[in-house]
């Protein structure tokens, strides 16, 4: 099941999120970029990242997945995302299921 957020909804909550912890180390790896086969304006990254930190009430927290990124870069100038998923690492998976292949975005 997938949560969506508006741009919005997403900063407020990086906002609370950087409040409420006494640190948050962020481990980026397995860094892969695409190019979307019939846009060329368009790109996908997908990385591993692994999230540690520890909140101001000493309860700690930790997750290791995978994260997409859906970059749309037709507005020089002015890249936007279009879509940021978090998958959680099984056992034995080396990256998500998702490409730039997986979404529509329509040119200007």
Same mark, same amino acid.
């Given at each position: 099941?997938?949560?969506?957020? =508006?741009?919005?909804?997403?900063?407020?909550?990086? /906002?609370?999120?950087?409040?409420?912890?006494?640190?948050? =180390? &962020?481990?980026?790896?397995?860094?892969?970029?695409?190019?979307?086969?019939?846009?060329?304006?368009?790109?996908? &990254? /997908?990385?591993?990242?692994?999230?540690?930190?520890?909140?101001? =009430?000493? /309860?700690?927290?930790?997750?290791?997945?995978? &994260?997409?990124?859906?970059?749309?870069?037709?507005?020089?100038?002015?890249?936007?995302?279009? &879509? /940021?998923?978090?998958?959680?690492?099984?056992?034995?998976?080396?990256?998500?299921?998702?490409?730039?292949?997986?979404?529509?975005?329509?040119?200007?």
């Amino acid at each position: 099941m997938y949560s969506k957020q =508006n741009k919005q909804q997403y900063i407020n909550n990086l /906002r609370s999120l950087f409040k409420g912890n006494e640190f948050i =180390n &962020v481990d980026f790896s397995d860094i892969e970029l695409m190019r979307h086969g019939s846009n060329p304006n368009i790109y996908g &990254v /997908r990385l591993r990242q692994k999230w540690n930190s520890q909140q101001y =009430n000493g /309860r700690q927290y930790s997750d290791d997945g995978y &994260v997409f990124l859906l970059w749309d870069f037709q507005e020089e100038g002015s890249p936007k995302i279009h &879509v /940021r998923t978090w998958t959680p690492k099984r056992a034995n998976q080396t990256k998500d299921d998702f490409s730039p292949e997986d979404f529509f975005i329509p040119n200007n």
